[in-house]
């Protein structure tokens, strides 16, 4: 909790039901004044306050801290009770009700769900009271209680709206900053190899696409992971039915002319699937790119799309070494990646994006990896 004062009064006052407890506490216990106050290190200071003995503190009032019974609360964290302090062998010669004229006095710590204090709960009288009750010291600790429960609930929504805040402003980031210098990139090289006529510069060329390509579905993953992980899911798009072949044939193209020397098969089906193509086009990208990466470079990638009943199916499958057990039950999370190697490229999104793509067309991503195969298959309702 901050130790602005502006702001612990703005968060009390926030609490609407703040002003009823220091009217219950006072015509309860009879106690004339009641207050809610910020207790620091070297600042007491009044959030809100209810005052019938011209006491003369309102909000934003602030107390020397060492003059204050408060200031020993913040260390103990215990309340203090004293019904009559003449009588009371603890406080009858303490310096807080010789400074304040206090005959009876109570205070309860409000303390927050992490542990830190914030302040306390309190009343005082210039007359003794009784106040030392299981019913009043219970009623002050619920009290207590149910101010800390707001603060954590406000501090709860100003992280969210702050991580809120963030969220837009990297995906701002993302979807500008980085994107245009990308294209910029992209059309220059495109341009530049219409003109280059020797097989040198066409070689350099194609490999500056290829890492431009590759940039740019980094940087789709790490949007859709913003998004997705921080802003409640990937969205989609149910269209219509419509036909997927073209689409993934259309990814099953691009990569087979990004990896010249990768066989990729295919056996697609001609069915119609409501669905939004664009993503399952990027879910079926980002599996191939995974085959490609870490599949045996001499064995075909087999593609297979197919209606099994009512339900659309899609899988990819590769040679190549088995996916660790121990890395498997967390294959579909960020950051995670199929192979334990670290020389591998890429941020271990594409799975994980291809597995919330699935969720959002309330279908599964599943695989089962052997010694003779990986295979990946996506399945959802045909509708």
Known sequence: ????????????????????????????????????????????????????????????????????????????????????????????NHHTPAIYGLQSYISMPITLADGSFFGTLCAIDT???????????????????????????????????????????????LGHDLRNPLASLDA?????????????????????????????????????????RLGGGIAVEQASRVPLKPVMEQVIGELRMANPGRRIDADLTEALVRCDEGRIGQLLSNLLANALTHGDPEAPIRVRSTIAGDRFELSVANAGEPIPQAVVKDL????????????LQGLGLGLYIASEIAKAHKGQLTVISAPEETCFTFRMPQQ
């Open 1 to 92: 909790m901050t130790d602005n004062p502006a702001a612990a009064i703005d968060a009390i006052t926030q609490i609407s039901a703040v002003p009823t407890i220091l009217d219950v506490v006072c015509k309860t216990t009879g106690m004339r004044f009641a207050a809610v106050a910020r207790v620091t290190v070297d600042r007491w200071i009044a959030c809100s306050v209810r005052d019938e003995i011209a006491f003369g503190l309102e909000p934003g009032g602030e107390l020397k801290i060492e003059t204050t019974i408060c200031n020993e609360i913040r260390d103990h964290r215990q309340a203090v009770i004293i019904d009559n302090v003449a009588e009371d062998p603890a406080y009858a």
């Open 332 to 343: 579909f999370k960020p950051f995670v990646r199929a192979s334990a190697k670290a020389n």
């Open 127 to 173: 007359v003794p009271r009784t106040l030392n009750t299981p019913e009043t010291v219970g009623m002050f600790q619920l009290f207590a209680n149910l101010i800390a429960f707001h603060l954590d609930a406000q501090q709860r929504i100003d992280q969210e709206r702050q991580a809120s805040e963030l969220r837009e402003q990297f995906i701002a980031v």
């Open 188 to 228: 220059g090289t495109r341009m530049l190899l219409r003109s280059v006529e020797d097989d040198k510069g066409k070689t350099v060329l194609a490999l500056m696409r290829s890492s431009i390509a590759r940039m740019s579905g980094l940087i789709d993953n790490v949007l859709d992971f913003a998004r997705g």
